[in-house]
């Protein structure tokens, strides 16, 4: 009888043990824990974390760890450093052919930020490219004096995809105004635009809060239905890149992106593409 009692509690515990440990592969087994490795674009990482947060729920033998080094990064070690590499620009063709798979999985505007206290609330596109090459330097010449004052130039650094898709968008790729605020992160720029009356600044639609005021361009609001619709024109893909020889649970992981719980995530503060 105590043989029977023990063998039935060693079943419970095995039993306990699979569950906690998460799926089973395709034999029935339970999958081995995995970590994956993720790493680029600044502006996918938060809603990478959104994707990861959520997939682990279920998946609960996948850990996912995350880092925000920007998309020049992402590009460069998708498939070695990271598993999983993150962008928010198209790559350049000299990036391009190392048989890196891309796969969008939101799309995302680029709001031009301002303070709040700010009387600008409109610029077109001409005068956005004119303030960060240096043409316009005093919000009086654009505001007919309702507003005077050095304008405080913010952008992103050498590398971001923020930066790249902003710079070739609005048109003055390579031509930013010496002296510019260069700063490494979306959450950086969000500070210092929030600090400062004068600044201007541009981050991924899906980070603006509270703290901070996006304007309209072109008399077109940045939210993300004018971003559909095509009527707001900064706008760019989250790309996520594997290497020639993608682990199956990071193939797993970018199918599920795309699966109506992913996209679900997306549609949430993104565009969704399914």
């Known amino acids: 009888m105590k043989i029977k009692l023990i063998a039935v509690l060693m079943g419970l515990i095995v039993l306990t043990g699979a569950f906690a440990n998460g799926n089973q592969d395709a034999a029935g087994r ?5 970590t994956i490795e993720v790493g680029g674009s600044t502006s996918v990482t938060p809603l990478m974390e959104l994707f990861a947060a959520e997939y682990q729920k279920t998946k609960t033998n996948i850990k996912v760890n995350i880092n925000g080094t920007g998309s020049g990064d992402g590009i460069k070690n998708a498939g070695t450093v990271y598993q999983i590499g993150m962008s928010s620009r198209e790559l350049t063709p000299a990036e ?16 031009v930020i301002m303070n709040k206290t700010s009387p600008v609330t409109n610029l077109t596109i001409a005068q956005i490219k004119d303030i960060y090459t240096g043409a316009i330097t005093d ?6 004096n309702a507003k ?7 952008s992103r650094e050498e590398g971001s995809g923020t930066r790249g898709a902003f710079e070739e968008l609005v048109g003055f790729q390579g031509k930013l105004l010496a002296g510019a605020n260069e700063s490494t992160s979306t959450g950086a720029i969000k500070a210092s635009v929030a600090q400062n009356p004068e ?10 809060d509270n703290t901070v ?3 309209s361009v072109n008399g077109v609001a940045a939210t993300n239905d004018n971003v559909k619709k095509g009527t707001y024109k900064i706008a760019r893909p989250f790309i996520v890149l594997t290497g020639k020889n993608a682990r199956p649970e990071s193939t797993a992981f970018i199918e599920w992106m795309l699966s109506p719980a992913g996209q679900a995530i997306v549609s949430k503060s993104w565009i969704s593409v399914k």
Request: hydrophobic share 45%; no cysteine.
């Open 30 to 34: 339970t999958a081995a824990p995995y």
């Open 96 to 111: 391009q052919g190392h048989g890196l798979k891309e796969t969008i999985v939101a799309i995302d505007g680029i709001a």
């Open 139 to 144: 919000w009086s010449q654009i505001t007919n």
């Open 148 to 154: 005077r004052g050095k304008i405080a130039v913010i």
């Open 199 to 208: 600044a201007i600044g541009y981050i991924s639609l899906g980070s603006v």
């Open 213 to 215: 005021k996006a304007i």
